[in-house]
Nanobody, 130 residues
Framework: QARVVESGGGLVQPGGSLRLACAAS????????IGWIRQAPGKDREGVSC????????YYKDSVKGRFTISRDNAKNTVYLQMDNLTPEDTATYYC???????????????????????WGQGTQVTVSS
């Protein structure tokens, strides 16, 4: 069964850091693009950062550029999201989502995240508060 499981969320003070992990199983991880999608209370989901199958292609939402870094370890079937200098606006549930690679580009994959076929994870909560 194809699945992804997120971990690493928690409560952190403004300016702090967290590292999220997305562990995949049950599918050919090397052939999939992976994304981090977040949803804040009362707001729509938004694509935060995504990475292509070979890690050469990445996308970041403007508000997280320079603060978040996405990476993947295909040997461990895991994608990471290093989040630094967190702000209260980053508070949200963060979901990992995967889909087979296409030639549409990683920006398309992340922007049109509602079209990501899955698997999707259950989410991990990130709360930034003093």
């Amino acid at each position: 069964q194809a699945r992804v499981v997120e971990s690493g969320g928690g409560l952190v003070q403004p300016g702090g850091s967290l590292r999220l992990a997305c562990a995949a199983s049950g599918f050919d991880f090397d052939s999939y693009d992976i994304g981090w999608i977040r949803q804040a209370p009362g707001k729509d989901r938004e694509g935060v950062s995504c990475i292509g199958l070979n890690a050469e292609s990445t996308y970041y939402k403007d508000s997280v550029k320079g603060r978040f870094t996405i990476s993947r370890d295909n040997a461990k079937n895991t994608v990471y999201l290093q989040m630094d200098n967190l702000t209260p606006e980053d508070t949200a549930t963060y979901y990992c989502a995967a889909d087979k690679h296409t030639n549409l580009g990683i920006r398309y994959f992340c922007y049109f995240h509602r079209q990501i076929g899955g698997p999707w994870g259950q989410g991990t909560q990130v709360t930034v508060s003093s």
